[in-house]
């Protein structure tokens, strides 16, 4: 069984910045490809990032430039540094492992997700 923890959400500043953190077990983050999705209020679930075991990386439009995916192997975590936060940012954001190594986009390609962490820009 593959559990992600996630942290490092909160409350933040419109233009401010968080990173958010992606705790997995096993050696999850160095099989599989690993995505951050975000869900808003009243919203469908919507991917935000990849990154491929192989360190290839792929972003939304609406946050490309502004965050940044990584990963380290040796401690099994994934980060999302997010940076230039707008309002629109304020969603639950979720990591994810995917089915296998490509660059997944669809909530279908992951099996498994964690719990979710709160991030809340203000205006």
């Known amino acids: 069984q593959v559990r992600l923890v996630e942290s490092g959400g909160g409350l933040v500043q419109a233009g401010g910045s968080l990173r958010l953190s992606c705790e997995a077990s096993?050696?999850?983050?160095?099989?599989?490809?690993m995505g951050w999705f975000r869900q808003a209020p009243g919203k469908e679930r919507e991917f935000v990032a990849i990154?491929?075991?192989?360190?290839?990386?792929s972003y939304a439009d609406s946050v490309e430039g502004r965050f940044t995916i990584s990963r380290d192997g040796v401690n099994n975590t994934v980060y999302l540094e997010m940076n230039t936060l707008k309002p629109e940012d304020t969603a639950i954001y979720y990591c994810?492992?995917?089915?296998?190594?490509?660059?997944?986009?669809?909530?279908?390609?992951?099996?498994?997700w964690g719990q979710g962490t709160q991030v809340t820009v203000s205006s």
């Open positions: 994810a492992r995917a089915l296998g190594r490509g660059l997944y986009r669809q909530t279908g390609d992951y099996n498994y």
């Open positions: 096993g050696r999850t983050v160095s099989s599989y490809a």
């Open positions: 990154i491929t075991w192989s360190d290839s990386t």
